[in-house]
């Protein structure tokens, strides 16, 4: 498998020059081949003063072992090679031992370094860079600088088609967000400069990084591998694609080796042959408490001590030949990938801790429950230990154990404390918000295993209320009330806790985003009636997610949750109701839940002032949904929102100033903030609505490379305006280069998202044949789903089609039919075409005299031309005939397709 090395390392405001390094600088430029060295002496064994200069770079250097320079060097330690490590690792080293300044004029003017002008260096605008001033902007950064370097084997390069500075800037460009979300820098304040360096073995890039605002971004072990990780993704998509495949068929096989063996193991048992006793024992006893146990049988589903139970089975198979082959020939393709962005692989867990390979816990399980052992006799059974014995002795504990130093017991209590804590987070209505004490009340009861208030930390964290934003540490305290929940769970187990516990793994938060194991969870609290687990069941059943999508549960379920009261459910209730989702449609019944709902949220709010429930209001008084349309309430309950950091609240505060109104330069200032803050958050409407602002030019300087990753930011998380978007600008071929595969990528994706102008375009593409191959079944199929949703210029485009006969099948009811819908919205060439429906039938000897005299009238105008200062006037009545006429003959006479084209355009 390719790799790509990635380091990163940093140079801080003030940081001094390793003295001892200097002379590292001079042998730049004085060492022994620093010009090539011939290919006769490259092949001779290194000089001893090579020998030394290495061993004092890795002594000095010691992640230089993972250049791959220095593979080569061992695998043949030359004068070739060792020569190529000594410059690489000087170079990649020389932040240590140079002035910043110094370092980036170095990285953009020395040998090797493909020049884009009078330098190297590059970035991700357009305009040439002056060496100069960006050199002097780098020294003078208050912060932190970066100077990340991606290096490729040069025929991993030369095949991939990274081996020019085009292509890395291309790449580095749209992974500009990635890379800055991994070093924890808004994308806003987010610079970058490269340089392309091509050298003969390993082609690499050098990097500088740093937050304008002097003071964002820190990059941890685990956000160098996320971007690296991302790289790897893009540049060997292919090769990773392939791996993916295999590694998913050795899963398969190792699932059917595990089942071979299982059903093996039973029929020896049955026989009484069974040579495994351990395994025997731990089958029966699995299968006798399944049987004592209600509810789903699956692993998710099971009490830790089961679920212990089934691990040791998985532990006692994997010691079977066919199986543990299996598994290592799966984790070799696991290392592969892995291995390709990371230096050091993490140790191998066993069978039993493999959370992807959790279906052989449940065939296991499925194997006990075939078994239908029959439960023991009851003088076998275990003693009632809920009764408490008569004669425990009330011995204290013994003195020289301190008990007040004791590891504090989990627990999820709503202390008087912690209540206190949520009270300066959310504010009241006389007081705002303290998030400086919330912080210290908050972890006083972390420290005394409050997972309510981990909870709580970690969200301050990830939001940076009160503090620097800190995703890392954030997660790192939900992990804790994750497992702080779970040994709750184990000593007592309740339905609260349960719920709680679906929820970080819905949210993915403290853990990997798990929508089956959520659903598991809050299975378990639903069926205690749990409201809370029963809204959030029901939107999984909604959604599909981690379950086969249902919306008779999910009604079910939301109906349920607001029977005891619950707004969020009403809500979702209401909705149902208004779409005919899951229950008949009823408007009636829908107003009423709505109504509930808000009135739900008001005295939630009113308890604990959260910038979720004020959201909820602000949008429910904009939207006229429960309550009277009201946009001055909504945009207080908005203004509180945002100032607690939600993001929909800001993309709706931006929203309101520059849609709903006349906005002033202030104003659009502001909107443009409040849009930046909730882009930065991950808000795709928001990251949309920036990135036509950057196209346009509207309240920031126009900028379509900035444009192109917002657009591309909002798409992935599928927002088909953003999709389009992209794909026009792609398409244009106006400020950004005209790139056909891309523009087809992106309409495609927004179309699959039923966008109507997505596929009208696609339709309009395919029919036409010039950008793509022609293929009318395609275009007929885009711009049917388009004319379907209501759009008048496909509806148009499709009567046409089908009243001409030209592309497709005659059909003059399904022209009529499009037609009319058309012209109902306002085309009037829609409409045209029904006045004159008559003129379109079979070809008449008149049609064929009219057609006739167009080519004669043709050759007596060219002929008229010819003839200086002789002018024919045509009357006007003549004129708008003769049109009539050539479109009724299918000429192309000022059909509107251009009009057409641009109100789609502005859509």
């Known amino acids: 498998m390719p790799r790509l090395i990635f380091k990163c390392p940093h140079i801080k405001s003030g940081a001094d020059t390793a003295a001892h390094l200097e002379n590292y600088v001079g042998y730049i430029a004085t060492r022994e081949g620093v010009e090539k060295i011939s290919a006769s002496q490259a092949s001779k064994p290194a000089t001893p003063k090579q020998v030394t200069m290495v061993k004092q770079l890795i002594r000095e250097f010691p992640l230089s072992k993972g250049l791959f320079e220095y593979e080569d060097y061992l695998a043949a330690p030359t004068r070739g090679n060792a020569s190529e490590f000594i410059s690489r690792a000087i170079e990649d080293n020389l932040d240590q031992v140079a002035k910043r300044e110094n370092y980036l004029q170095y990285i953009a003017q020395r040998p090797h370094a493909e020049r884009l002008g009078s330098h190297g260096l590059f970035t991700d605008k357009d305009d040439e860079l002056v060496l100069s001033q960006v050199a002097s902007a780098v020294a003078g950064h208050p912060g932190t600088v970066w100077l990340p370097i991606l290096s490729l084997r040069r025929e991993d390069a030369r095949r991939l088609g990274y081996d020019n500075a085009q292509r890395w800037r291309q790449l580095i460009t749209e992974s500009a967000p990635k890379l800055a979300e991994a070093m924890r820098i808004p994308l806003s304040q987010f610079r970058w400069y490269a340089a392309f360096h091509d050298e003969s073995h390993h082609p690499h890039v050098h990097m500088v990084v740093y937050s304008a605002d002097g003071w964002s971004g820190f990059l941890t072990r685990k956000g160098i591998e996320k971007f690296k990780s991302e790289l790897v993704n893009e540049i060997f998509r292919q090769e990773l694609t392939e791996i993916y495949q295999r590694q998913t068929m050795r899963r398969d096989e190792l699932t059917t080796q595990s089942r071979e063996r299982m059903e093996s193991l039973l029929r020896e048992m049955e026989a009484g042959t069974l040579e495994n006793q351990r395994m025997g024992q731990l089958m029966v006893n699995l299968a006798q408490q399944l049987q004592t146990i209600g509810g789903r049988k699956q692993y998710g589903y099971l009490k830790a001590p089961l679920k212990a139970l089934v691990d040791e089975i998985v532990d006692e198979l994997a010691k079977d030949t066919r199986v543990s082959q299996a598994y290592d020939l799966w984790y070799e393709q696991r290392e592969e990938v892995l291995r390709s962005y990371k230096d050091d692989l993490p140790d191998r867990v066993p069978l039993s801790q493999q959370k992807e390979l959790r279906q052989i816990k449940n065939m296991i399980i499925q194997e006990a429950v075939r078994m239908n052992a029959p439960l023991p006799p009851e003088s076998a059974q275990e003693p009632d230990l809920t009764e408490e014995p008569s004669a425990l002795p009330d011995t204290p504990p013994p003195e020289d154990i301190p008990v007040e130093d004791e590891e504090p017991l989990p627990n999820a209590d709503w202390t008087e404390e912690y209540m206190q804590a949520r009270m300066y987070l959310y504010g009241t209505e006389e007081t705002s918000p303290d998030f400086g004490a919330a912080y210290e009340l908050f972890h006083q009861e972390a420290q005394r295993g409050n997972a309510l208030a981990m909870c709580n930390l970690g969200r301050m964290w990830i939001d940076g209320l009160g503090r620097d934003a800190n995703p890392e540490e954030g997660q790192r305290w939900y992990a804790k009330a994750l497992t702080t929940f779970l040994e709750l769970e184990e000593l007592n187990p309740k339905r609260y806790t349960e719920y709680r516990i679906g929820k970080l793994y819905a949210e993915g938060l403290g853990t990997a985003q ?49 029977a005891q009261g619950f707004p969020y459910a009403a809500f979702e209730l209401g909705k149902l109701y208004r779409d005919g989702s899951g229950c008949e449609q009823s408007l009636q019944e829908a107003e009423w839940w709505f109504r509930s709902a808000y009135q739900g949220f008001k005295n939630l709010e009113a308890q604990s002032h959260d910038d979720k429930l004020q959201y909820r209001l602000g949008w429910m008084h904009l939207h006229g949904v429960g309550i009277e349309q009201n946009k001055q309430l909504a945009q207080e309950w908005f203004n509180r929102s945002a100032q607690l950091g939600n993001p929909n609240a800001q993309y709706q505060l931006a929203k309101l100033v520059l849609v709903d109104s006349s906005p002033t330069t202030e104003q659009i200032k502001a909107a443009v903030e409040y849009l930046s803050k909730a882009a930065d958050a991950g808000q795709d409407c928001a990251q949309y609505a920036l990135g036509k602002l950057y196209r346009d030019g509207i309240g920031v300087e126009k900028d379509m490379l900035k444009a192109v990753v917002w657009f591309a930011l909002a798409a992935e998380q599928d927002n088909s305006y953003a999709a389009y978007a992209l794909g026009k600008l792609y398409l244009v071929d106006e400020e950004v280069p005209k790139d056909m595969e891309k523009a087809l990528r992106w309409l495609r994706r927004s179309a699959e998202q039923e966008n109507q102008f997505a596929q009208y375009q696609l339709g309009r593409l395919f029919l036409a044949g010039e950008d793509v191959p022609k293929d009318v079944d395609e275009a007929v199929w885009f711009l049917t789903a388009s004319a379907k949703q209501g759009n008048q210029y496909a509806q148009y485009q499709l009567g046409k089609l089908y009243l001409l006969g030209h592309e497709v099948e005659k059909d003059e009811k399904a022209a009529v039919r499009w037609f009319t819908l058309s012209a109902t919205q306002g085309n009037e060439y829609a409409q045209w075409f029904l006045d004159h429906l008559h003129e379109f039938g079979d070809p008449t000897p008149t049609q064929c005299v009219i057609r006739l005299l167009h080519h004669m009238s043709k050759v007596f105008q060219g002929q008229s031309q010819r003839q200086a200062g002789l002018r024919i006037e045509v009357d006007k009545k003549l004129r708008q005939k003769i049109r009539e006429k050539k479109i009724v003959m299918g000429h192309k006479a000022d059909d509107h397709e251009d009009y057409a084209i641009g109100q789609s355009q502005k859509q």
């Open 514 to 562: 798990d929508y089956t194991t959520a659903a598991e969870w809050f299975a378990l609290a639903a069926e205690q009636g749990h409201k809370y687990a029963q809204y959030s069941l029901a939107g999984l059943y909604l959604r599909g997610q981690g379950v086969s999508k249902d919306t008779e549960c999910a009604h079910q379920l939301y109906t349920a949750s607001a």
